[in-house]
């Protein structure tokens, strides 16, 4: 991309373009799946509260935070076709600013996980891990539309779940609590395959094999509602096998008002997408808490 000489490029990025960044909007999933594990292993959070407010800002403006700045200096190049009004493509965020402040936040989180024990520490490690090899050469992930997606879900749903409830209860949490933590990040497969319809020409033009590039709109949809839906159908199947129906019904209900929306999204794929995502996926997520709540009980199970 060619930046015409008339444009005032800084010498340093702006406090507005570095939050922009960082992404403030993609922050949300895993704070509330962190929140979920929280309310899934049946412990107080008030009297753990710091441990609380440090884990929501590391899930989110943190590791969050920092896997968006890495993503965005490694796909600088695609963003140049995609999204060339990005800080980084715009030269908002000039030079190698916007590595540095990958690497920076990086750091940080490794520091801020210390204090939230070896569980935590550990699991910021690996979420580290995963945002530079989802992002970075030679590894890359994202090129491939399986494990790409299948590695972002399992951050920003299953991990902070696992990272909220490993915290909380000070240990290896219990199997229903692990087994809906996956479940979930399984079923987010689905939402960030989604996500890859905005990036559908840049992709192409640089060896990006997300589904929608690889199978083609209408499949890739397809293929996305199937994940989604069949992650949920598996929760309803396990709280009805542990007893807790009436969190069964209430999850079956938002599983319907989402197939009803996946109609919708599949009569234009490319186009319902950003709706589908607006409705479709709040859906998703308040099942995540009533499942939460559903496991609250469910401790003594092995």
């Given at each position: 991309?060619?930046?015409?000489?008339?444009?005032?490029?800084?010498?340093?990025?702006?406090?507005?373009?570095?939050?922009?960044?960082?992404?403030?909007?993609?922050?949300?999933?895993?704070?509330?799946?962190?929140?979920?594990?929280?309310?899934?292993?049946?412990?107080?959070?008030?009297?753990?509260?710091?441990?609380?407010?440090?884990?929501?800002?590391?899930?989110?403006?943190?590791?969050?935070?920092?896997?968006?700045?890495?993503?965005?200096?490694?796909?600088?190049?695609?963003?140049?076709?995609?999204?060339?009004?990005?800080?980084?493509?715009?030269?908002?965020?000039?030079?190698?600013?916007?590595?540095?402040?990958?690497?920076?936040?990086?750091?940080?989180?490794?520091?801020?996980?210390?204090?939230?024990?070896?569980?935590?520490?550990?699991?910021?490690?690996?979420?580290?891990?995963?945002?530079?090899?989802?992002?970075?050469?030679?590894?890359?992930?994202?090129?491939?539309?399986?494990?790409?997606?299948?590695?972002?879900?399992?951050?920003?749903?299953?991990?902070?779940?696992?990272?909220?409830?490993?915290?909380?209860?000070?240990?290896?949490?219990?199997?229903?609590?692990?087994?809906?933590?996956?479940?979930?990040?399984?079923?987010?497969?689905?939402?960030?395959?989604?996500?890859?319809?905005?990036?559908?020409?840049?992709?192409?033009?640089?060896?990006?094999?997300?589904?929608?590039?690889?199978?083609?709109?209408?499949?890739?949809?397809?293929?996305?509602?199937?994940?989604?839906?069949?992650?949920?159908?598996?929760?309803?199947?396990?709280?009805?096998?542990?007893?807790?129906?009436?969190?069964?019904?209430?999850?079956?209900?938002?599983?319907?008002?989402q197939i009803w929306a996946m109609r919708t999204l599949l009569s234009d794929p490319k186009g319902r997408a950003p709706w589908y995502q607006a409705t479709g996926i709040g859906m998703y997520v308040s099942g995540m808490m009533i499942t939460a709540f559903a496991l609250r009980s469910l401790e003594a199970l092995p």
């Amino acid at each position: 991309m060619t930046v015409s000489s008339d444009l005032h490029i800084p010498a340093r990025p702006q406090p507005k373009a570095m939050l922009e960044l960082i992404k403030p909007i993609t922050w949300f999933p895993p704070m509330w799946a962190y929140l979920c594990g929280i309310a899934s292993v049946g412990v107080s959070p008030w009297g753990a509260w710091p441990l609380v407010l440090l884990g929501v800002i590391l899930a989110g403006p943190v590791v969050c935070g920092m896997s968006q700045a890495a993503n965005d200096w490694c796909d600088r190049h695609v963003d140049a076709v995609n999204e060339p009004h990005r800080p980084i493509p715009s030269g908002r965020i000039p030079g190698r600013w916007g590595l540095w402040i990958a690497l920076a936040m990086s750091g940080l989180s490794l520091v801020l996980g210390w204090f939230l024990g070896p569980w935590g520490f550990a699991a910021t490690g690996v979420g580290v891990l995963a945002a530079w090899a989802y992002s970075a050469e030679p590894v890359r992930l994202k090129r491939s539309g399986w494990w790409g997606p299948g590695l972002v879900g399992l951050c920003y749903e299953g991990l902070p779940w696992f990272t909220g409830a490993a915290v909380l209860s000070q240990g290896l949490p219990h199997f229903p609590v692990v087994t809906m933590a996956l479940l979930y990040a399984f079923g987010a497969h689905g939402i960030m395959t989604l996500n890859d319809f905005k990036a559908l020409e840049g992709d192409k033009l640089h060896g990006v094999r997300s589904l929608p590039v690889t199978l083609g709109p209408d499949v890739a949809a397809k293929v996305a509602c199937t994940v989604m839906a069949l992650a949920q159908a598996l929760v309803i199947a396990m709280l009805l096998i542990w007893g807790r129906p009436w969190h069964a019904l209430a999850v079956t209900v938002l599983l319907a008002l989402q197939i009803w929306a996946m109609r919708t999204l599949l009569s234009d794929p490319k186009g319902r997408a950003p709706w589908y995502q607006a409705t479709g996926i709040g859906m998703y997520v308040s099942g995540m808490m009533i499942t939460a709540f559903a496991l609250r009980s469910l401790e003594a199970l092995p």
